[in-house]
């Protein structure tokens, strides 16, 4: 029987407007509502892989206290981070429950969506990225290199900056980023690789359809990491799983 407990959706880092993006755009999707946590001290943005782990540092004492009961008290956890962040596999050592980060629902969505000749990509934030998530998928697919990912382009902006900077600026950056990823190859899904990009799907459309024109530009999938992430943990607790 499917659980009734609403899903744990985690940003593990301290900005609370990337978490009121997150719970405003996930409302109109999601079968019962989140519970959205956001992290009480740690980074105000996830920039490295060291931010990652800091984060992770701070927020699993939270989850594992069991005054809080937030691990026993949801059905599924989600990780609303685009990396591979050491809170996946942390949280899975302490419940049976389905956890997922946002990364890795995305690339398993864009897989599911590609037809056979097309390959997937993501935009993101800082160029330390470009290594860091392109490692990731790797270890996802479990092959060094692999013609269905065709790679990473930033925008150079930082996670809080997507919200802070002028929003033309965002813009502009998103759409080049967008566009450069395009012309690696037949891109059939683009990937946002940032929490803080929830809602900006419109500006990648834009890009795609600049890009390849009206008709190829609306066929790209677009994949919203938080979205993808609810709804395969939404799946997966509705199965008993």
């Known amino acids: 029987m499917a659980s009734s407990l609403p899903i744990l959706i985690i940003n593990p880092n301290t900005t609370t407007a990337m978490t009121d993006g997150l719970r405003e755009m996930l409302a109109p999707f999601v079968t019962t509502p989140p519970t959205c946590f956001t992290a009480p001290t740690g980074v105000n943005s996830i920039n490295s892989s060291a931010d990652c782990h800091l984060s992770a540092t701070h927020v699993l004492p939270h989850l594992l206290d069991p005054s809080s009961d937030l691990l026993e008290s949801h059905s599924a956890i989600l990780i609303a981070c685009y990396s591979e962040h050491p809170l996946v596999p942390s949280i899975k050592e302490h419940t049976t429950k389905p956890v997922t980060g946002i990364f890795e629902a995305s690339v398993s969505a864009a897989l599911l969506l590609l037809k056979p000749e097309q390959s997937f990509g993501i935009v993101s934030?800082?160029?330390?990225?470009?290594?860091?998530?392109?490692?990731?998928?790797?270890?996802?697919?479990?092959?060094?290199?692999?013609?269905r990912f065709a790679g990473v382009e930033t925008t150079g902006l930082t996670a809080v900056e997507l919200h802070d900077a002028p929003a033309e600026e965002v813009r502009e950056k998103m759409k080049d980023a967008t566009k450069r990823l395009l012309r690696r190859g037949n891109v059939g899904a683009v990937c946002l690789g940032c929490a803080g990009m929830a809602g900006m799907e419109e500006m990648v459309r834009e890009a795609c359809v600049e890009e390849k024109g009206e008709k190829e530009g609306r066929d790209v999938r677009i994949i919203d990491g938080a979205k993808a992430g609810v709804a395969l943990l939404e799946g997966l607790v509705k199965l008993g799983m």
């Open 125 to 147: 934030t800082g160029k330390v990225w470009e290594e860091l998530l392109s490692t990731g998928v790797a270890n996802q697919l479990g092959a060094e290199t692999s013609r």
